[in-house]
Nanobody, 122 residues
């Protein structure tokens, strides 16, 4: 099975940018549809973005379109999330996840990283 490790989180001022990475090991990333999720304090985990096996299709929650960009480099076994114009409400723990299904629902992401904290100050 695949192991996932996120990095790149931190503290940033509103309007700033961060780029999260998710490194995969154990199995090649190209086997999986990948997703980014986040969980803010006191809230349920929510879908942020998803990307197909070779990156030809990308999906975003409507509220984040235009600010967040998901990408992948299968040769480097790494998934990315570029986050621009960050807002305090983007503060959350961000998780990457993997699914071996072609169009996974939330419950069908079987492999998860440990998460990376993103904090946006006003």
């Amino acid at each position: 099975q695949v192991q996932l490790v996120e990095s790149g989180g931190g503290l940033v001022q509103a309007g700033g940018s961060l780029r999260l990475s998710c490194a995969a090991s154990g199995r090649t990333l190209s086997r999986y549809v990948m997703g980014w999720f986040r969980q803010a304090p006191g809230k349920e985990r929510e879908f942020v973005a998803g990307i197909s096996w070779i990156g030809s299709s990308r999906y975003y929650v409507d509220s984040l379109k235009g600010r967040f960009t998901v990408s992948r480099d299968n040769a480097k076994n790494t998934l990315y999330l570029q986050m621009n114009n960050l807002r305090p409400e983007d503060t959350a723990v961000y998780y990457c996840a993997a699914s071996d299904k072609p169009a996974p629902r939330y419950s069908e992401y079987d492999y998860w990283g440990q998460g990376t904290q993103v904090t946006v100050s006003s």
